[in-house]
């Protein structure tokens, strides 16, 4: 038995190496015709087959999650090194490049063999001449200091180069940009959809907003998807509505129920002892946000245009949900639970399933 065991285990490992074999001449025809290393639609339809294989080879689901979701992270990390290789490494000027975000980017670019420039606070060249000599200026400071450093350094930037930002708001920074940079140079408005503590942009979100120039655009867009990045395009506009619902709205909400925790000096180390997997996932998002800074919270839920309108309704519905609770009032809750679910019919038949996968995880390594 110990020999059959092992026979097919040669015969996995051979397979392996076939399959990276295949991964590397992929990278290389995605890197000819400038395609993103990661394909999420593509990802997610595959492991859908062999799922359903799965179930024919008697093989349990999670055993083929486990395996292809390491499988498929060794494949982008292959096409990833394929396409940083055949991308041209042009230099870059990170503004706010010694801590957050700005400190994330100037790791991976420069790990990546980019020439890149940093400023913070106490350190660097002054922003302006930093910004006047690369071809990619990248403004990183806070969102409350973001629109006063574009107005600062965008007319010295030099032209065919390009500036961009990656704030949590599009409006007011491309705004200024376009305002302040001469017409010979691109904009770009980004917002990488993830923190800065992570190892790299593996399957992460990255939304980019057009301003001015293709050439800068696309050279941002090739930046990105080159370290495994998933772009997503959109206007100001539209950025800044969805942010006032994935960021204002569900930042406010987590804020609350921390708030609400602190008042009734909770005992949340026991709480945990009694705690669903759901209720575990809440309660750990909660503690994330209170154990990072504050002014970040605040800047994003203070800067987004769109976040006033959102909270005033947020407002208004947990007031009609508290006094139903007060008066006791079940049929309230049931008809106002019925009138959302209707609303959500369809989205919740993905969200059923989604968080059965997250909770799932949450059980198996909690």
Request: aromatic letters at 6%.
């Amino acid at each position: 038995m110990r020999d059959a065991l092992t026979a097919c285990d040669v015969q996995i490992v051979q397979l392996l190496g076939e399959r990276m074999r295949l991964i590397r001449r992929v990278a290389e025809l995605k890197a000819q015709a400038k395609l993103p290393s990661f394909d999420r639609e593509r990802e997610g339809a595959l492991l859908g087959d062999l799922l359903e294989k799965a179930v024919e080879a008697e093989v349990p689901a999670d055993v083929v999650r486990d395996v292809y979701g390491t499988l498929f992270a060794a494949s982008r990390a292959a096409q990833r090194r394929v396409l940083q290789a055949r991308e041209s490494h042009f230099s870059i000027g990170i503004l706010g490049g010694t801590s957050g975000m700005g400190a994330f980017l100037a790791r991976l670019l420069d790990g990546a063999g980019y020439p890149v420039e940093t400023t913070g606070l106490d350190r660097g060249a002054p922003n302006a001449e930093v910004a006047a000599r690369h071809d990619l200026v990248i403004v990183a400071v806070p969102i409350a200091a973001t629109r006063a450093v574009i107005e600062e350094v965008a007319p010295h930037v030099r032209p065919g180069a390009c500036i961009a930002d990656v704030t949590s708001v599009k409006r007011a920074p491309l705004e200024a940009m376009l305002k302040g940079a001469p017409a010979d140079v691109d904009v770009v408005g980004t917002h990488p959809m993830f923190g800065p503590a992570g190892q790299d942009m593996d399957r992460q979100k990255v939304v980019l907003v057009r301003g001015r120039g293709d050439v800068g655009f696309e050279r941002v867009k090739r930046l990105f998807e080159s370290f495994g990045a998933e772009v997503i395009e959109a206007t100001a506009e539209e950025h800044d509505a969805q942010m006032a619902l994935i960021q204002v709205l569900v930042h406010e909400k987590t804020m609350v129920l921390g708030s609400v925790l602190e008042r009734l000096k909770a005992k949340l180390v026991r709480s945990r002892d009694f705690a669903s997997p759901i209720y575990r996932a809440e309660l750990s998002m909660i503690g994330r946000m209170f154990s990072q800074g504050a002014e970040l919270y605040a800047d994003i839920l203070t800067s987004n245009p769109d976040g006033a309108a959102a909270s005033r309704v947020f407002e208004e519905e947990a007031s009609r949900f508290a006094r139903a609770v007060g008066a006791g009032d079940r049929e309230a809750i049931v008809s106002r639970f019925r009138e959302v679910a209707a609303y959500m019919t369809d989205f919740a038949q993905w969200a059923k399933k989604e968080s059965d996968a997250i909770l799932a995880d949450v059980v198996k390594h909690g």
